[in-house]
Structure formats: structure tokens, C-alpha cells
């Protein structure tokens, strides 16, 4: 079953829903997208009408954070409840780990996707690990003398730093965009995570989903700074009332700014369901 909440379609699914769609997405052996959305996205997209196109063009969307499951229980059509990219990623690797499928971790600072991994098989032996890479690269179209594009700092998930070294070494053997497409098409992975920060990294999978040839690729912010131990998640606790966005918040606190899209997002889709506009 499929909603409309603002525009954007969204799968009304769980997270047993979503691995059983993702695994028969990866039995076609064709390229598919998957997108989970939270609220500061959705807000985005109504002011950009590629975003928003972007995300109906997915082959799965669910709705990642408590403020898309309330908007969609507002506007009368509720969804089963969060499937967050984390959770998602965790049970995919779990199942993958089981079926062989093959993995590639492409995004945040350097080292950080291979810690990820490393941690990733110690707890589940049998997972293949297809590759990883840093997310510091740049656009394909720039030189040498590019800024680092797409990356997600340890201490910031899901956020990409605007400076144009990246935190790398002065003149670095930085690839670009198009050498980091290559490396995961010669890879071969089944699921592919990119952990370069929204939208950049729905953006990045939607421009490259049919050269990269994954069967599913999807985004996951800071996914792999929580894995590779780098950042604490919220107490289980905290997870279980829906103040994860709270923990953060008060993790780090120049968050602030970004946290007031959650007030304005629940009175658009307020707004828009009791009022239709």
C-alpha cells in the first residue's frame, strides 16, 4: 500500500515489509532506490520540485522519523511506523549476511566506512563485504583543485561539511565522482549504502543508479559513525518514545537551527490535511 503525504509518495510498510521488498528488488537484479524520508526532507521538497520528483521516481520510500508517521496518521492515512535508515541498513545486513548477498559502505569521513564493515562482520561472520570508500571525492566535473564533495564528519551525522579540503591532507590523491562510481560498479555489490548526508546521497544514487548497476542502493546519513562507534545513538528508551531527533538535539546543540523545520513540517501537514492547502 502506497500513501500521498505532500506530494511525496510513501510505502506504508514495517521493517519485515521493507527487507522482504528490498530482497525481492535484489532477486530482479535490477537497479532500484531506496529512500528513507524524514520530515526536514519532505519540508525540503516542497521548495524543490526535482527533490520531490526524486523521491516519487524511488522504488521504496518509508517513512524514516516520527513526524512523517504523524503527519500520515493526520492527513487519515496512517502507516504501520518508523523504518528508519538505520534500522533498515542493520536488518538488511543481517539478512544479507544470511543470502551472500554482497555489501559496499560508500560515504562518511575516512576510515569510518571501514570500521563500520569491520564491525559489521565481527557480528555477523558470514557477511561479504563488496568494498568501501571514504566520502570525500570530488564532482566529476571539477580538477584536481575540486572541493571534497558528499562527505558525513564522525561528529556531525548525516551533515556534510562545506570546506573545500574536507579535512583531508593539503593536495591529496582525492578520486572524483565518477572514479567512485566506477570502483562500486566493479565491485558487483548487491546493496550498496551511501552515507554522504541528505539529499546529497539520494541525489548522488538517483544521478548514478543505472551506471552503478546495484540492485539496491539507498541512503543512511550517519548510519555508519553510530556502527563504527563514533557517535552514540539515543538510549533505547528514547528510540522507544520517538525522542531520538531530542538526544540529538542535546547531543549536539547547534542542531537548533535545523529543528525548527519540525514545527513548521507539522503545521504544513496540518494545514494541509484539515484544510486542503
Do not use: C
Amino acid at each position: 500500500m502506497q500513501i500521498n503525504l505532500l506530494g511525496a509518495r510513501v510505502d506504508a510498510v514495517d521493517l519485515a515489509g521493507a527487507v522482504e521488498k528490498v530482497a525481492a528488488f535484489i532477486a530482479t537484479g535490477r537497479p532500484h532506490q531506496v529512500i528513507t524520508l524524514n520530515p526536514e526532507i519532505l519540508y525540503r521538497a516542497q521548495q524543490e520540485p526535482e527533490l520531490l520528483a526524486l523521491i516519487n521516481q524511488a522504488d521504496l520510500v518509508t517513512a524514516d522519523g516520527i513526524g512523517i508517521v504523524w503527519a500520515a496518521g493526520v492527513a487519515g492515512t496512517p502507516v504501520p511506523g518508523r523504518v528508519t535508515g538505520i534500522d533498515l541498513m542493520l536488518a538488511l545486513v543481517e539478512r544479507a549476511a544470511r543470502e551472500g548477498w554482497r555489501v559496499f559502505l560508500l560515504g562518511a569521513a575516512p576510515g569510518v566506512a571501514e570500521e563500520a564493515a569491520r564491525r559489521l562482520q565481527e557480528k555477523h561472520p558470514g557477511l561479504v563485504v563488496a568494498g568501501t570508500q571514504h566520502g570525500y571525492f570530488r564532482p566529476a566535473e571539477e580538477g584536481p583543485a575540486g572541493g571534497a564533495v558528499g562527505t558525513s564528519p564522525a561528529h556531525t551525522p548525516g551533515n556534510s561539511p562545506n570546506n573545500s579540503t574536507g579535512g583531508l591532507p593539503e593536495n591529496p590523491k582525492v578520486p572524483t565522482e565518477w572514479d567512485v562510481v566506477q570502483q562500486v560498479r566493479s565491485a558487483k555489490p548487491d546493496l550498496l549504502f551511501v552515507a554522504l548526508g541528505a539529499p546529497k546521497q539520494e541525489k548522488f544514487i538517483a544521478r548514478h543508479k543505472e551506471v552503478l548497476g546495484v540492485p539496491v542502493a539507498m541512503g543512511v546519513g550517519g548510519s555508519f559513525d553510530v556502527i563504527a562507534g563514533r557517535v552514540a545513538r539515543a538510549p533505547v528508551w528514547m528510540q522507544r518514545l520517538h525522542l531520538e531527533w531530542l538526544g540529538r538535539l542535546l547531543r549536539e546543540p547547534r542542531r537548533w537551527r535545523r529543528m525548527l523545520v519540525l514545527p513548521r513540517f507539522a503545521w504544513l501537514a496540518w494545514r494541509k490535511a484539515r484544510l486542503g492547502k
